[in-house]
């Protein structure tokens, strides 16, 4: 298994989404949550399962529930790199720059 990192605004968006899902409802909240540790984990446990999307860049939607959501992430060194908690249906790789910002904190 690798050892994750989550980029500072990708933090900022996964506590965002669960913020909103909250306000609607606990248990949503809650689900939205499960999808995605339990996501993480699978790509923690095999980092190239999910297919890649730009450059090295792979991505994973937060299926069924929640697939307008989507995990972007990179392996760097060793670790899984979250780049972003991105909603699908927004600015298309407005996260590009993320990634040298990671390769250089992590």
Known sequence: MKPWRIHPAAQTELEEAAGHYLMIDQALA?????????????????PLLFNIRAGIVRR???????GEYYIAYMLWHENVVILAIAHAKRIPYYWRHRISESK???
């Open 30 to 46: 809650e689900s939205f949550n499960h999808h995605y540790l339990t996501y993480r984990q699978q790509i923690c446990e095999n």
């Open 60 to 66: 994973v939607n937060l299926t069924p529930r929640f």
């Open 104 to 106: 250089q904190m992590f």
